[in-house]
């Protein structure tokens, strides 16, 4: 560009100014008095030296400026968030910003700055700035465009979205003016979405929570109703009808402790924009109460104190204790008002209020004709119901008196063979417990093995009744290879059989005891249906952008196959590489923000990558309403391409109307900087002028 030059006087005076205005006001009224009064020779000579003295004193000098024009710079700031890739709003974008930087280019002195927000229709980063695949925060990156720009270069500001931002600016102060808008897609777009308005983030196991759910849909063609799907687990889905518009409750099953992977899916309206905001996934975590656990002792033994610790350490259960101390065939002719026992309240326990535990543990009971065939029947219901039973075993089970003799031998796996063995043994876990997630770590919590010795790092138990295996699974085995844990389901319920009572001898650190407290923490949890338990199970678990999927199973797998659908609905078969203790898995790196759902067959799963509640997500019709406010206020434009197209781009004033119909204005401010200065005193000059003047004067008086 063509440097300009600037010449101005400046002032340095060596006295003060009103010093200088005093002396001048003599100097005046003797120059007044030489030309009226005197009326000598010379006397103009005398005014013109005593001026240009005076003015040496104000010390002026020449500066002269080189300065060189400096161009304008527009910003425009491009929208990349994920609603920008609906319909053809990309290529709406792409053609209009190639057409405005021509347009700007052919302005003369002028440079465009083009700030775009990172593509996010992936998983962004921790630190990445702009869209988040969440939020779009257009003004964000406005503001880090112009952060280091002078005002007196800015130009004017452009930003080319659809208008879904979420950072619109309350004060407009700060706001680069002129701001105009280019808005993408149309504005009378119709889409269907489903919105989430209330969701419990916990609930209780057994009581059901309420998700209030509606469906709003902007097309004026849209039916009253719509289905909405409901996938809950491995549950079949369930398929609702519900007004559209309004809000609706939204009833949910709690059946377990832990996660429960809930997903809505509302079907397609007659004009959709996409189908990413017609899904929604939540996680409500199951808590149970408290576990209700009725434990029934059917003598006093060593034992009995082992699981009343146990169960009386866990928080979250409450025990109910009974011991029978006095069976019924028991004659000792004690007249009964003498006993100091309360009578056994078989019709509580067993009837009236069997329905409020969740777990019956029968410690060494024996028949002994106490309850009767009736409430044991109850009992059977009770498991294949949904309850569960553990029943640890001591000589009773292998004799007349066996719970195995009554109406539970139908939900029992084993049945007694008679045989008692007394003497020492290892318990031992089977390929099934090294796999099963009850078993599967207690070699890991016993410690290391002694070098040289092969059996299991923990002591021994001292009994063990024999029995058949009739069905389910055996975790452990013990003296002479008999089976001593086994694990089973009846029905809805589940049921596991201990066959000794010696674990105690564990809990006393009987030759270095064992895991006992694990053992059987983990056992009364899998009986309580704890997810994390699960023997057969297909979990997924996202970190970042990590997905990792494991499968358990208790029997071998060789690399099974598990199939993937992304969020856009392609479908991957993933190959899960076998692990130790029955597990095989894989990760696999995932970009792209939405529902991943796997499923092996038999167990299905859903995992969300990113937020899909986020309001990126949740609206994607193009609006105005976000940005009308801001664009008015800076005194810009804002235009739909699609009806009006690109509107020519002018060069205006400082405070002129910047935008009008079909063209948008951007500021010439006519910035320059310093390129060069030229410094002359000036004060040399005035005072041979004032000297020369006087030396004139006197000479010219002189002469005459």
Not at 3 to 28: E, I, Q, R
Not at 566 to 575: I, K, M, N, Q, Y
Request: a negative charge; glycine letters at 10%.
């Amino acid at each position: 560009m063509t440097a300009l030059d600037f010449t101005d006087v400046v002032l340095a005076p060596v006295l003060p100014m009103g010093l200088v205005a005093v002396l001048g006001g003599m100097g005046l009224l003797v120059v007044l008095a030489v030309l009226t009064i005197w009326r000598r020779p010379g006397a103009w000579l005398r005014a013109l030296g005593l001026g240009a003295l005076v003015c040496a004193l104000l010390e002026p000098r020449l500066l002269r400026e080189r300065r060189l024009p400096q161009k304008d710079i527009t910003v425009v700031v491009v929208d990349d968030s994920p609603s920008q890739t609906i319909g053809n709003r990309h290529h709406q974008t792409e053609t209009a910003l190639a057409q405005l930087l021509e347009k700007l280019g052919r302005q003369p002195g002028m440079d465009v700055r083009v700030e775009r927000l990172s593509a996010k229709g992936t998983i962004a980063p921790p630190d990445t700035q702009g869209a988040t695949g969440e939020d779009t925060h257009l003004f964000a990156a406005l503001h880090r465009a112009v952060a280091d720009l002078s005002p007196r270069r800015l130009a004017g500001a452009i930003l080319m979205t659809d208008g879904q931002i979420h950072d619109a600016p309350r004060d407009m102060k700060d706001l680069p003016r002129p701001l105009h808008a280019l808005l993408t897609g149309h504005p009378h777009e119709g889409d269907r979405r489903l919105v989430i308005e209330q969701a419990p983030g916990y609930g209780l196991v057994g009581h059901p929570v309420t998700v209030q759910v509606r469906v709003e849909d902007s097309s004026p063609s849209s039916p009253p109703e719509a289905r909405l799907t409901l996938r809950h687990g491995d549950e079949p889905p369930e398929v609702l009808a519900i007004p559209v518009g309004c809000s609706h409750p939204v009833p949910i099953a709690i059946t377990h402790g832990g996660p429960h992977v809930l997903t809505f899916e509302v079907e397609a309206g007659p004009a959709e924009l996409s189908l990413a905001n017609n899904r929604a996934v939540l996680t409500i975590s199951g808590v149970r109460d408290r576990l209700k656990v009725l434990l029934v002792s059917g003598r006093p033994h060593s034992g009995e104190r082992t699981w009343r610790n146990i169960l009386k350490a866990d928080a979250g259960v409450d025990l109910v204790h009974f011991t029978i101390l006095r069976p019924v065939e028991k004659d000792d002719y004690t007249p009964l008002a003498e006993l100091a026992l309360i009578p056994f309240p078989m019709r509580e326990l067993f009837e009236a209020k069997l329905k409020d535990f969740d777990l019956i543990i029968f410690d060494t009971y024996g028949r002994y004709n106490l309850v009767p065939f009736d409430y044991l029947d109850n009992i059977k219901r009770f498991v294949t119901g949904g309850g569960a039973i553990l029943v640890a075993v001591g000589p009773e089970f292998s004799e007349g008196t066996s719970l195995a003799e009554t109406p539970l031998k139908e939900i029992l796996p084993v049945r007694p063979n008679g045989h008692l063995i007394a003497q020492g043994f290892k318990p031992v876990l089977t390929d099934t417990g090294r796999r099963h997630p009850v078993t599967g770590t207690l070699l890991e919590s016993a410690g290391t093995r002694i070098p040289g010795d092969a059996s299991p790092p923990w002591g021994r138990w001292l009994r063990q009744v024999g029995a058949e295996v009739q069905r389910g699974d055996v975790l452990m085995r013990g003296a002479e290879g008999w089976p001593l844990l086994v694990l089973d389901r009846a029905g809805a319920g589940r049921v596991a059989v201990l066959l000794s009572d010696t674990v105690w001898l564990w809990a006393r650190g009987y030759e270095g005891g064992g895991p006992h407290a694990e053992l059987l923490r983990r056992l009364i949890h899998w009986l309580m249906k704890e997810p994390a338990l699960e023997e057969d199970a297909l979990t997924a678990e996202l970190h970042g952008t990590i997905l990792t999927v494991t499968r358990r199973s208790l029997h071998a797998q060789s690399d099974p196959l598990v199939t993937l659908t992304r969020p856009d609905g392609t479908e991957t078969t993933l190959s899960l590489t076998a692990q130790a203790s029955g597990h095989a898995g894989t990760t696999l790196t995932v970009t792209e923000a939405g529902l991943y759902r796997l499923t092996d067959g038999r167990h299905t799963v859903v995992t969300a990558a990113g937020n899909l509640d986020a309001p990126e997500w949740s609206a994607l019709a193009a609006t105005d309403r976000f940005l009308a406010g801001p664009v008015r206020a800076s005194g810009g434009g804002l235009f739909w391409l699609a009806e009006q197209g690109l509107p020519e781009v002018r060069r205006i004033k400082p405070g002129h109307t910047a935008a009008g119909t079909a063209w948008l204005g951007v500021k010439a401010n006519g910035d320059t900087v310093v390129t060069g200065l030229e410094d002359t005193p000036l004060l040399p000059v005035l005072l041979a002028v004032g000297l020369g003047a006087l030396v004139g004067a006197w000479y010219r008086e002189g002469r005459a």
